[in-house]
Structures are given as C-alpha cells and as structure tokens.
C-alpha cells in the first residue's frame, strides 16, 4: 500500500541545536516535493521544493535533501530558535497534486 | 496574509443544515483545491478546480458540494453532514496545473474549523 511516514513522535530540542526531520514512502514516484510549515489554527504556509533529480536545497537556515533510492527526505533547520516551532509537513508531488503526510510538531526549547 | 481569505472561520451546524464555506484567492491563480484536515491525520485533497473545471474529485461524499464560478472564487455547499465531518477544511490555490508538473507552491487559507452537532 501507499504511505507517507513523518517522525511519529513530536520533536523537542534545545535552541541553537540543528533539528532533523524525516519524510518516508513507500509505492510512490514523486517528480518533487514539497515542505511546509502549519501553525495550529492557520493553514500550512510553503517552506521548499525539491525535485526529483536534485539531491538538495537550502534556503537561509533550511536545508531540504531527497533520496529517490531510498525513499526518504530529510528537512533540517540549523541554528533552531522557538519561533521554528510547529508542525512540519511534507508533501509529495504526485500528477500535479500534494499528497502530505501528517507533519511532525517541532518544538524548540530556549 | 498569504492572498488567500476563507469565510467563515468557525461554524457550529446540525446535522440537517444547508451551510456553505466561502474562499477567495486574490492572487491570479488558476488552480483551487479544497482540503480536509482533521485531527493527527494528513491533509485530504477533496477537489481540484483548474481554470475554473473540476479535474478532481477524490471519492467525497456528495454531501460536499463544490463550485467554482470563477478562478477567484470557490464554495463548499455542505448538507446533511455527520459528526465525523467535523474538521478543519482548507482552501489552496497555486498557478495553474501544468501538463508537467513543476512543482507550484500551494498558498493556504486560514480554514474554516466546522463542527457538525
């Protein structure tokens, strides 16, 4: 069957700490995808996307990589500060459309 | 902001209520999509519209109504819904869908958190 697995757990960790999240799948072939960010109460607002055939992307303090063979995109936030905290969701890029998965709630300690 | 407005935020209906969610994109899109999110699980796509057409139903029960009478619009006309349909129900648009996927960012609207008595 089709899954989509974020870390089940939520993710608590110091500020300053780099904080690593992970997105698996299984019987899916993405062409991209997408990390977003969701604040309890508001919709999701777009962080990165990254393509198939690209290994990694970074922006500002966000680096996003994406591993076909195995599967699996890591999202890492280096230098992590309280207002990074929230839930992280990834989406894949299937046909045009996003299917996400349930988002791991990150939660940055000061 | 992200460009995109839903109205209303909250709704409280019966089970044998008419209601409808209104969102507005402001932002030139050609593409909406309406989402249902519930708790501790995924985002569920329920429709696509592209340049006003539905591409996409995703197996919604047709107590979920939708309409899109132009590219800046999109209704949710909701009737005789069950407790289970409570939940908080997102509007997205993005450019367009392109033949070839390019990956267009979603912009999200605030929800509307409904509840169904």
């Known amino acids: 069957s089709q899954k989509i697995e974020q870390n089940s757990e939520a993710l608590n960790i110091q500020e300053g700490k780099t904080a690593t999240l992970t997105c698996n799948y299984t019987?899916?072939?993405?062409?991209?995808l997408q990390w977003y960010r969701q604040d309890p109460g508001r919709g999701p607002v777009f962080l990165l996307l990254?393509?198939?055939?690209?290994k990694e992307k970074r922006k500002e303090r966000l680096k996003v990589t994406f591993d076909t063979t195995l599967k699996q995109s890591l999202f890492h936030i280096t230098a992590s500060q309280p207002a990074d905290s929230a839930t992280y969701l990834c989406?894949?890029?299937?046909?045009?459309?996003?299917?996400f998965g349930q988002g791991t709630e990150l939660s940055v300690k000061p | 902001e992200t460009g995109v407005t839903q109205t209303p935020r909250h709704l409280v209906m019966g089970m044998t209520n008419k209601k409808s969610l209104k969102c507005e994109q402001h932002?030139?899109?050609?593409?909406m999509y309406w989402y249902k999110q519930s708790a501790k699980k995924p985002l569920e796509l329920m429709f696509v519209?592209?340049?006003?057409?539905?591409?996409e139903n995703n197996s919604v029960p047709s107590r979920f109504s939708p309409e899109c009478p132009n590219s800046s619009h999109l209704f949710l006309h909701l009737h005789t819904l069950q407790p289970e349909d409570s939940a908080l129900y997102l509007c997205?648009?993005?450019?367009?869908?392109?033949?070839?996927?390019?990956?267009?960012?979603?912009?999200f609207g605030p929800g509307t958190r409904l509840t169904v008595l």
């Open positions: 019987n899916y072939s993405p062409a991209y």
């Open positions: 990254i393509r198939e055939n690209e």
């Open positions: 519209y592209n340049f006003k057409e539905q591409t």
């Open positions: 989406a894949l890029g299937i046909t045009g459309k996003l299917i």
């Open positions: 932002l030139g899109h050609n593409a």
């Open positions: 997205a648009s993005s450019q367009d869908l392109a033949e070839i996927p390019q990956g267009d960012e979603q912009f």
